[in-house]
């Protein structure tokens, strides 16, 4: 069967997870996105399957890099708080490690076991509104299925939401994420004041590391680290970026060795370093974030890259330029234009 939310081809997702929730004695739910509206219509369910001492968990595969609004916040917290406290393993997890935008729905009883997949998020809009395709997974598949979500729950790529530091879009800590008041600090100068004509100069393609999502152009969406001081898993810095260059590239005489300054297009003045093997590694002294900001502002304010979200092939196509041009003045600097 096929649930696709129209009356023609499996009707409405969200007649299936009514039932299924009904005769379940085990749950595990692993979405990209939820809505509030669904949390509070099934947090009933998920305590009593806990209760009855049943598994009990759900994973919110995009909330440790997107966030959540605080109602939902604090709705899903309160919900892991209760289904911890009957038995281990029960709760609400997020991923950490990098993103989760699948959709698998677990449900399990002494007499039967139903896994469906598809693109069905735990939503209002996944489960009855938008045209979906969500299939039951048949019976010689759902071990790997099964397998998956251990896999998926498991400590090497999901913790509990208690445990990940989340923010709520708009808040305080929300905006200091974002912030990027450190190019402020930065040394200024009149950018006609240069003229490139017949200067050499080579050309980095974010294009070839845009289509990484974990690239070092979005560290961001790698693994989170741990923080001691507040116990809690927190995504890399979104402005932090390193650009990796191809040999191609350092092997010419006009690539930086060491230390250099960038003389941007827009008056800044950045102070730069190329380290590792070959001078690969171009990055910003004193930050990796000071590259990153002064990537990520211009993609941003041109309305190309929405905050909390990957640089894609899309993102410079919206942007209308995949390149960085290094222009070398003199040696150790550089006119960078981007």
């Given at each position: ?21 009904k005769g379940a004695e085990n749950v595990s739910i692993a979405s990209g996105y939820t809505s509030l509206d669904i949390l509070l219509r099934y947090k009933p369910e998920f305590l009593r ?206 690539y930086p060795k060491g230390h250099f300054d960038a003389y941007t297009d827009d008056g800044y003045i950045i102070p730069m370093t190329t380290n590792g093997d070959y001078h690969k590694n171009i990055r910003s002294r004193g930050g990796l974030q000071i590259l990153g ?46």
């Amino acid at each position: 069967m096929t649930y696709t939310n129209t009356e023609e081809f499996g009707g409405k997702f969200l007649d299936t997870v009514d039932r299924q929730f009904k005769g379940a004695e085990n749950v595990s739910i692993a979405s990209g996105y939820t809505s509030l509206d669904i949390l509070l219509r099934y947090k009933p369910e998920f305590l009593r399957i806990a209760k009855n001492g049943g598994v009990a968990k759900l994973l919110v595969g995009m909330a440790f890099y997107e966030g959540l609004s605080q109602k939902k916040l604090d709705l899903l917290t309160d919900l892991s708080s209760e289904l911890q406290e009957t038995m281990p393993g029960n709760g609400v997890y997020v991923c950490y490690t990098r993103k989760f935008h699948g959709k698998v729905y677990n449900f399990s009883s002494d007499s039967r076991k139903d896994l469906y997949l598809g693109s069905s998020n735990f939503s209002r809009s996944g489960l009855s509104e938008n045209i979906e395709a969500t299939i039951r997974v048949s019976d010689a598949q759902s071990d790997d299925l099964s397998s998956f979500l251990e896999f998926l729950f498991g400590e090497s790529n999901s913790t509990l939401i208690s445990n990940a530091d989340i923010v709520v879009p708009g808040s305080r800590k929300f905006k200091e994420r974002l912030s990027i008041s450190t190019l402020d600090d930065l040394r200024r100068y009149d950018p006609y004041a240069i003229n490139t004509e017949g200067l050499p100069h080579f050309d980095y393609s974010l294009s070839r590391v845009a289509n990484n999502e974990k690239s070092s152009l979005n560290v961001y969406f790698g693994k989170g680290r741990w923080t001691r001081s507040t116990g809690k898993v927190t995504p890399r810095p979104w402005y932090e970026v390193e650009l990796i260059t191809p040999s191609s590239i350092t092997s010419s005489d006009i690539y930086p060795k060491g230390h250099f300054d960038a003389y941007t297009d827009d008056g800044y003045i950045i102070p730069m370093t190329t380290n590792g093997d070959y001078h690969k590694n171009i990055r910003s002294r004193g930050g990796l974030q000071i590259l990153g900001m002064w990537i990520k502002k211009k993609l941003q304010d041109s309305g190309a890259l929405i905050p909390l979200t990957p640089v894609t092939q899309d993102t410079l196509d919206l942007y209308g330029r995949e390149n960085i041009r290094f222009y070398k003045i003199e040696e150790g600097k550089y006119y960078v234009t981007f």
